[in-house]
């Protein structure tokens, strides 16, 4: 059978191709301007589901990487406070062990200590009490604004912590027990510099009291290990997010922007096809007899 090739069908078939060239030409144009692959979730569903996924994991990664800042933030000031505190106790021994000494010691001096020695309580509780951005360190999730009241009792709630998600699997404890670190009530290292004050007033001897303060150190530099140890896992973590947050923005990148040498080489080639096809039906639709006899 033979088909019959008109004038206006050669017109249908040379307008649909100018068309289809035209369409990837204006394709490649709005890829080159806007560098991105995907402009429309038509243009790849497959590359938008993934593009999408990809987003999703980077948001993830965002919060963790917050996260991460802020329990870093709250480690930083429990270590500096469990540093400072410590060197508080260290000086109470020190006073303490020379309060013992009651043979060389005048009530002068011994009054002198004692002073000292509340200025020291005044110290550990002042630490005790260290917040950060608004809220205690030594409280666990309590929304009091001390963790000691000035009776030395705790205003923490027993067990409860605050932690921060590093990952999709770990969290990481940020604050510091309080109760475990300052005692509470009569059994806190408050009760305890003041008992050792209220000994040398009466002149009774506080050489007894060494072992308590050496009780509340072993309290003191067992948290402080523990606050550095989740302090070196914060610091590992943040390592993690960072690779994690760098290894996503290559593979968003490689989803949804275009390699802007290669769009371009691409235009150019699309460009001289569009021009061909036009010279070659300019040539090919010449002007008929019915176009002279109209």
Known sequence: MISRTTSQSMVRTAQHNLQASMSALAKLQDQASSRKAITRPSDDPTATAQALQVRAEQRATSQYSRNIA???????TVDSALSATTGILNRVRDLTVRGANEG????TALEAIAVELDSMRAELLKQANTTYLGRSVFAGNSDASVAFNPDYSYTGAAGSTVERRIDANNTV???GDGAAVFGVGAGSVFALVDAIAADLRSGVNVGPRL???DDRLTAMLGEQAAAGTRHAQMQSAEESN???SVALEAQRSGVEDVD???IILDLKLQEVAYQSALAVTARALQPSLMDFLR
């Open 211 to 213: 072992q308590e303060i």
């Open 104 to 107: 060389a010691m005048s009530p």
């Open 70 to 76: 802020d329990g870093t933030g709250w480690l930083t």
């Open 260 to 262: 802007l040498a290669g």
């Open 173 to 175: 404890r940020v604050d």
């Open 242 to 244: 960072m690779e994690q």
